[in-house]
């Protein structure tokens, strides 16, 4: 089992930064991929960054590439999200997810955190 909670995320003015945190506890933090999601309103669950267990490979979807960095310290078992140039098209709930491989980035993962909201005013 492993718990992930997620933190960091609030309103901020359009071309503003957020760093969201995932703070995970439980199994061995260091072997697993891990994961940013966000879910709009009205929207489905889109992956936007992921990242490998050593954090060598790492994901992004084409809206983000850019101006988010994803970044883990797996002594602190934490995930980073690093957001800059924030466009009002990114609010969202943010969430944490984790899987045990680096194949099928875009999922299914097993433990998902509870969500961070972002939102983004113009």
């Known amino acids: 089992q492993v718990q992930l909670v997620e933190s960091g995320g609030g309103l901020v003015q359009a071309g503003g930064s957020l760093r969201l945190s995932c703070a995970a506890s439980g199994r061995t933090f260091s072997s697993y991929t891990m994961a940013w999601f966000r879910q709009a309103p009205g929207k489905e669950h889109d992956i936007v960054a992921a990242?490998?267990?050593?954090?060598?490979?790492?994901y992004y979807a084409d809206s983000v590439k850019g101006r988010f960095t994803i970044s883990r310290d797996n002594a602190k078992t934490t995930v980073y999200l690093q957001m800059n140039s924030l466009k009002p098209e990114d609010t969202a709930v943010y969430y944490c997810?984790?899987?045990?491989?680096?194949?099928?980035?875009?999922?299914?993962?097993?433990?998902w955190g509870q969500g961070t909201q972002v939102t983004v005013s113009s």
């Open positions: 997810a984790v899987k045990s491989t680096w194949s099928q980035i875009l999922g299914p993962y097993d433990y």
């Open positions: 990242i490998s267990r050593s954090g060598l490979n790492t």
